[in-house]
């Protein structure tokens, strides 16, 4: 992350609710804008890897899966494309309308000025009814959240895609994105917090990023592999409070903040940022992403 994403996460953490607030939760608009004004930037790395490979420009009709809130959608309009974001989190989904609203108010290059991007949110229970319309209207499919971050999350993806492909034109690119190994990943430590709070359960907690977790989601899903790569991404905060903020807003620690209590994992995650925090005081953690391209059939 560059040092003035930096600055701008000290700036915009004064600006968030206090996290010890009872109404910071799950679900809650408080952390959808953690996510958004946080977290959300630390993939922008991928998102434009893979723009740049699918050369997605003026005309791409591209559908994003879990789009959060609409930072990679809004990456895809600039570059000329029309944008359809689905999610299940209504937080996020406002939020993604509230920025692509704003950016088609502007202005964005000469050649651009009469043309804003053009961006539709579905609440995800309403792309099924959209696919039984029979459109096959989309030729770029993303699903940039990643995959190995929480048990069952690459089985969570899989009914999106069923819904998904066949609203796509026969051969179209899907990218489905995975976390790398745990070793080149220096976040997979402090992630495991959430995997030993919630180990007394087996279930809701974090787990390791697996070789194969990308390629077995495309086979399930009859998707044909064709391409991969690895991106840095790499997690940058402005200080441990928004470091810890930005990985709640991730929803990884939603098991072990069941368990336990938000405080006990706010202080865990403090304690495992400790290695990562440099003399200036921001949080600095190296992270490799991968992602594979598969055709639709």
């Known amino acids: 992350m560059a040092r003035t994403l930096v600055q701008q996460h000290q700036h915009q953490a004064n600006a968030l609710q206090d996290p010890a607030d ?14 958004a004004e946080i977290q959300e930037r630390m993939l922008v790395p991928l998102y434009e890897a893979v723009y740049e490979r699918l050369e997605v420009r003026d005309g791409t009709k591209l559908l994003g899966l879990g789009c ?13 494309a029309q944008v359809t974001g689905v999610d299940s989190d209504e937080h996020r989904l406002a939020l ?4 692509l609203r704003a950016d088609g108010e502007r202005d964005r290059t000469p050649a651009q000025a009469q043309k804003p991007p053009t961006g539709t949110l579905l609440p995800a229970d309403r792309l099924t009814q959209a696919a039984g319309r029979g459109e096959r209207a989309y030729d770029v499919i993303t699903a940039f959240q990643p995959i190995g971050g929480a048990e069952g999350d690459g ?9 998904a492909i066949p609203m796509a034109k026969r051969g179209t690119p899907v990218v489905i994105a995975a976390w790398g190994p745990p070793e080149r990943c220096a976040t997979a430590a402090v992630l495991r917090v959430a995997g030993r709070l919630t180990d007394r359960l087996r279930k809701g907690g974090w787990r390791p990023a697996h070789r194969d977790d990308l390629e077995d989601v495309a086979a399930r899903a009859g998707l044909k592999p064709d391409g991969s790569g690895r991106v840095a ?3 940058g905060y402005a200080d441990t409070e928004s470091a810890v903020r930005g990985l709640l807003s991730t929803g990884v620690f939603d098991g072990a903040v069941r368990v336990t209590d938000r405080r006990q ?33």
């Open 155 to 163: 089985k969570g993806l899989e009914p999106e895609l069923d819904a």
């Open 265 to 297: 994992v706010e202080k865990e995650i403090g304690e495992a940022l400790h290695d990562h925090v440099r003399r200036d005081g921001t949080v600095w953690m190296p992270n490799i992403f991968r992602y594979l391209i598969a055709t639709t059939p």
């Open 233 to 235: 991404c790499p997690f």
């Open 22 to 35: 009872p109404a910071v939760a799950a679900g809650t608009d408080a952390r959808a804008r953690d996510w």
């Open 96 to 99: 993604a309308r509230e920025r």
């Open 68 to 80: 959060g809130s609409g930072l990679a959608l809004l990456i895809a309009a600039s570059r000329g």
